[in-house]
Each structure stands twice: as C-alpha cells, then as structure tokens.
C-alpha cells in the first residue's frame, strides 16, 4: 500500500529525459547512447581522425596494461548522465550503464578473452563517505554479473590526490604517482579494470602499474566513457 502511495507520488521516470515509465533510461535515451565505433588507437583506445594501429603517444611509451577501451565518447546525454551517477546520487544507473558496456563487449568478440576477474578504480575514503559509493565499483559489478567473471576489490587509494580534471596532461600524471595500492597481492591474474570515465588514462595508467607490481599477469582497461581532454582532433602520424 505504501509502496503504491509513493508510486502515485512519485511516479517512475527516466533519469535520461523525465518521461514516466518503469525504466530507468527509457528505449529512446538507451538509443541515443551510440557506441563509439570510430578509428581509436589499437592500445590505448584514444579516438583518432584516421586509423592506424597506434597512437603518438602509445608509440612513444607503451602504456602499462595491454589495450583500453571506451563504450562512448563523453559527450552529451553520455556526459549527463555520468555525472548523474557521480554526483546525483543515483546509484540506480549502474544498471542500465553496465548493460550497455556488456552489450558493447559482446559485440566486439571480447566475451572469449579469458579473464580472472573485474575490478575497478576505488575512490579515497573521503570521497567514497561524501558520495557514499564508488560509482567505477557499482558499474565493474554489474558488467562482472553480466559477463559471468568474478568481482574483486583488488586496489585502495592510499595517498589524496587533486581533482584531474583540474589540471593539465602532465600535472595529470605526476598527481597520480604512488597514489594506490593492492588490497593483497594478486597471482598471475588477468585483470580487467573498470572506471566510469577515462580521459588522459593517467588514473588507469597509475592502476595498472599498482596491479602489475602486485602481482596481476596483464591488466586490460574498459571505461563507459572516454573524454578526449586536450587529445581532441589528435591526428595519428
Ligand atoms: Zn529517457
Ligand atoms: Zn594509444
């Protein structure tokens, strides 16, 4: 009865666009979440203006885990509704969001690669109390459900670091240094790691060497979004 009066009171509705309906991001907002199928860098999964196998900076430096990858661009209704999960409590998007990351997974043939298990970027304790969940560890669990792979908290924030996006490319990389570590050491394990957005992947980057000091076999990367930050219109030479 209870349960009834809050639905006549607050009837259910689309965190994408309002409309009343029983999902959380209703048919029309889901289709205008495109994947991004555009040329990106075989390795770091940068978007590029015209493909080839890697991008400069990959080509220059090997980043530390095997290849990333990005759902969608963050942009639009993608970026609205990240922040909506980051910053709007609501948790509830995981669900929708992690289905779409399933969804592109599969359709790239990834589901045959052999991972131990998913994990995600953690948040430092101060932010994970003010928001009171890490929105990477809610989207790495349900991709892990839908994917049949095992879930584990494998890395914690162990040093505070300023806001990314506040800084630039360099600052970016230094901010990150030192900045996890392993919850326990990992044996051999191939790791895929989750995060709502990466953008300079100084954050994965920072990840993925923590885990493969700590023991992981190879560590790949998979972001709901990917923010082009100053990488915009980088064309590969
Ligand atoms: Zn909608
Ligand atoms: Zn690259």
Redesign the pocket.
């Known amino acids: 009865m209870l349960d009834s009066l809050l639905k006549l009171l607050f009837p259910p509705k689309c965190l994408g666009c309002g409309a009343l309906g029983p999902k959380t991001l209703c048919e029309a907002c889901r289709g205008e979440l495109l994947p991004y199928r555009g040329p990106a860098?075989g390795?770091?999964?940068?978007p590029m203006l015209i493909s080839a196998p890697?991008?400069p900076?990959?080509k220059r430096e090997s980043?530390p885990f095997r290849r990333a990858f990005s759902r969608s661009l963050y942009e639009g209704k993608m970026e609205g509704l990240v922040r909506r999960l980051k910053f709007q409590d609501a948790p509830q998007l995981a669900e929708p969001l992690a289905q779409l990351m399933a969804e592109e997974w599969r359709e790239n043939g990834l589901q045959s690669q052999p991972f131990n298990l998913v994990t995600a970027v953690p948040l430092s304790k101060a932010s994970l109390s003010r928001r009171g969940y890490n929105q990477a560890a809610l989207l790495a669990r349900k991709l892990a459900g839908k994917l049949s792979l095992p879930y584990r908290e494998t890395l914690r924030k162990v040093r505070r670091t300023a806001a990314q996006a506040r800084l630039g490319r360099e600052q970016r990389l230094t901010n990150q240094r030192g900045a996890f570590s392993v919850v326990e050491p990992l044996t051999g394990e191939r790791v895929l790691l989750i995060d709502d957005v990466m953008t300079t992947g100084a954050t994965a980057r920072e990840c993925a060497i923590t885990l493969l000091m700590g023991g992981a076999g190879e560590v790949w990367v998979y972001t709901l979004a990917r923010g082009m930050g100053s990488q915009r219109g980088r064309i590969s030479s």
């Not at 390795?43 to 940068?46: D, P, T």
Request: with cysteine.
């Open positions: 860098c390795r770091c999964g940068v890697l991008c900076e990959c980043p």
